[in-house]
């Protein structure tokens, strides 16, 4: 059962425009979001996080969108860069505890190009 | 700099054999857990410790072992009875959320990739 879906698993943009990463979930008990960035054989490093009690939440280029009425939640990047290229997860928490650990995602593959 | 190191980055196995993998953290971080990643399948959990001499199954546990003997370590075996091992494994170490509405960040390792031959 996949909690936190992913259905793009690639994202081809232009370098200068905006990048749209989507994800959805089906448990009403997640509470806090995370995306992450993955470079190949690397590991996965924080990009930015928004609780539920919120529904925008911005840090420099990128922006993160939640819509609990649809269970929803986008990353925008504005402007993409080429750097931007990278595996992007989508992760949740659920409530009730302080070390809530994460449900990922499949990822999308972002290509930003020149 | 404080981090975390998984160590070996490659590690090749023959069927039938146990291997471990290393996971420690210089962060004072009190929880850890270890994560492995298949292609178009994310990131699923394996096992998570939230403190010293304890720790709990994740998602897919069956045909690995961990121990929680320090602080800073956690190491993972991935034993024999583990159907399909190959694959890229993640540990990852976090603090405590500060309150309901805090961050529950995880900060990972670099990675070990497991093949098996």
């Known amino acids: 059962d996949q909690q936190v879906k992913q259905n793009s698993p690639s994202l081809s943009v232009q370098e200068g425009r905006i990048s749209i990463l989507n994800c959805d979930y089906t448990?009403?008990?997640?509470?806090?979001f995370l995306w992450y960035k993955k470079y190949p054989a690397e590991g996965p490093t924080f990009l930015i996080s928004?609780?539920?009690?919120?529904d925008k939440n911005e840090d420099g280029r990128f922006t993160v969108f939640l819509n609990k009425s649809a269970k929803h939640l986008s990353l925008h990047i504005v402007p993409s860069q080429p750097g931007d290229s990278a595996v992007y997860f989508c992760?949740?928490?659920?409530?009730?505890?302080?070390?809530?650990?994460?449900?990922f995602g499949q990822g999308t593959i972002l290509t930003v190009h020149p | 700099d404080g981090g975390i190191t998984q160590s070996p980055k490659y590690l090749f196995r023959k069927e039938g054999q146990n291997v471990t993998l290393s996971c420690e953290q210089n962060?004072?971080?009190?929880?850890m857990y270890w994560y492995r990643q298949d292609p178009g399948q994310g990131l699923r959990l394996i096992y998570y410790?939230?403190?010293?001499?304890?720790?709990q199954k994740g998602d897919i546990a069956e045909g690995y072992s961990v121990s929680r003997e320090k602080k800073e370590s956690f190491p993972l075996t991935v034993t024999s009875a583990q159907k399909n091992p190959t694959a890229f494994y993640l540990c990852?170490?976090?603090?405590?959320?500060?309150?309901?509405?805090?961050?529950?960040?995880?900060?990972f390792g670099a990675g070990s990739r497991l093949t098996v031959l």
């Open positions: 990852a170490s976090s603090i405590p959320a500060s309150g309901p509405s805090g961050a529950n960040v995880l900060t």
């Open positions: 448990n009403s008990m997640f509470d806090y």
């Open positions: 928004i609780s539920s009690i919120k």
């Open positions: 992760a949740a928490r659920a409530g009730g505890t302080s070390y809530g650990k994460l449900t």
């Open positions: 962060l004072n971080h009190d929880a």
């Open positions: 410790s939230q403190i010293v001499n304890d720790f």
